[in-house]
């Protein structure tokens, strides 16, 4: 892969002051020539860095030959004016100024950006367009002697994306077997741990359509955050799944010494094959490295003043229930939500949500059990609470912004409405599915 690395870009004084370029981009893989869009031409764009209570200064500008705009996936921000509006249409030659506040309470952990123009987010997303969100003070919340501990992040992503479809739109499928699994624009990086040393991760799936299972051999994940929500409680997996645009923040513990696969484990959901090497961990023995106990709990991350704003949804007084049905045409390319496809025109009748209050969703998938079709649900703005799935009850260790509606099932979820007013969307973040029809917008009021 002859493209550049992401740089990190860090917050100063309280404010992030940076610039995207959406451009155009020439590179090699295995020898061929490809154009591709990338930010800042590097595969994956930067890495921003903040903390909360920063303000973001950023100008994107647009290099392509059609419309962009970006999204701040996982942040609970404004969705309008020059926020998070992905009604923003930045046009060929154009630059658009975001300017906004994270709140002083903001959680912790992995979110990441990309475009969000509807009808070319698809393509966009795919071609390269997209990089990592960091809300840092995560490491604040474990014990001293793992607040310092080496970080290492897992961008991963399918690339080269076949551009046949942007060209022609007579593609649908991004794994057309050229493709290779990159973790931050390399294929089978190193990454290099202690035996005893515990570091953290941040895991996350920057495709639009394939699914990723990751498990490394006789370790455990200790997941401290998913989708940039801090957990509830700590807990043990010994594989990490990953929707498209699913995140984790984990702690993992060396062992022993040598070189072990991060691989695909193959299951029920994983788009690739079985024992597919992600990146390779090499554990170094020898080095005289105590072992740290990890945590089985965090404190909270806001102070005593905004918590109750993100506890347990489980007791809340529900002031609405609304049932969304999702159905997909897989020949004709139409995806539905309550018999309606999206469009901007019809943009103008959201659901509406009162700030402070409490509503219960039921989302139902109609799709048949042979088309395998599960919907990733997503919500701009505010992260929710599964409560249940296909009628159990759902045990939720915190916030999501990614939940499986299953297919030819059904899951209920808990949205909460806190701080912005503002009209934005809720869509299947199976990015196809989005930009032909299956996304609906909701309107925060006071």
């Not at 892969?1 to 451009?23: E, I, N, Q, Y």
Request: hydrophobic share 35%; net charge negative; proline share 7%.
């Amino acid at each position: 892969m002859h493209f550049s690395k992401p740089k990190d870009v860090w917050s100063k004084d309280g404010v992030l002051r940076t610039t995207l370029v959406a451009d155009y981009q020439a590179g090699t893989i295995d020898g061929k020539p490809i154009t591709t869009m990338l930010y800042n031409g590097s595969l994956p764009g930067p890495t921003f860095h903040v903390y909360p209570g920063d303000r973001v200064e950023l100008n994107l500008i647009n290099n392509l030959n059609e419309p962009t705009n970006l999204h701040y996936h996982g942040w609970h921000v404004s969705p309008a004016n020059n926020a998070d509006n992905i009604f923003l249409e930045v046009g060929p030659g154009k630059t658009q100024h975001y300017s906004f506040y994270i709140p002083k309470d903001h959680p912790l952990g992995t979110d990441w950006y990309h475009p969000h123009l509807h009808g070319l987010t698809y393509s966009q997303v795919n071609n390269g367009l997209s990089g990592l969100l960091v809300v840092e003070g995560l490491q604040k919340l474990l014990p001293k002697p793992l607040q310092k501990i080496t970080t290492h992040t897992f961008e991963m992503k399918d690339f080269p994306w076949d551009p046949l479809f942007t060209t022609t739109h007579n593609m649908s499928n991004t794994l057309t077997g050229h493709e290779r699994l990159t973790v931050n624009g390399e294929v089978n990086p190193v990454v290099n741990i202690k035996s005893g040393e515990t570091q953290l991760w941040r895991f996350i799936n920057m495709n639009s359509e394939s699914y990723i299972t990751v498990g490394l051999s006789g370790y455990k994940f200790h997941i401290l955050a998913e989708d940039g929500y801090p957990v509830w409680k700590v807990r043990e997996n010994n594989t990490l799944f990953l929707p498209f645009g699913k995140r984790f923040d984990v702690l993992v513990a060396g062992q022993g010494n040598g070189s072990i696969p991060l691989r695909v484990v193959n299951d029920t959901y994983s788009d690739h094959p079985d024992g597919t090497v992600v990146a390779t961990v090499h554990v170094q023995d020898n080095q005289n490295v105590k072992p740290i106990s990890l945590p089985t709990t965090l404190p909270p991350f806001a102070n005593s003043s905004s918590i109750s704003k993100w506890k347990d949804l489980s007791n809340a007084t529900i002031a609405a229930h609304r049932v969304q049905y999702w159905q997909s045409d897989d020949r004709d390319w139409i995806y539905t939500i309550n018999n309606k496809t999206f469009n901007p025109g019809n943009a103008g009748n959201p659901e509406k949500v009162k700030l402070g209050t409490v509503e219960e969703w039921k989302l139902i998938n109609l799709d048949p059990i042979q088309s395998g079709n599960f919907h990733p649900f997503h919500l701009h703005t505010n992260d929710v609470q599964v409560m249940s799935v296909n009628g159990k009850p759902y045990h939720a260790n915190g916030r999501q912004d990614i939940v499986m509606i299953p297919t030819h099932g059904e899951v209920v979820i808990r949205v909460p409405a806190y701080d912005f007013v503002g009209k934005t969307v809720y869509h299947c973040h199976l990015l196809f599915h989005e930009d032909y029809g299956m996304m609906g917008t909701v309107e925060w009021v006071k």
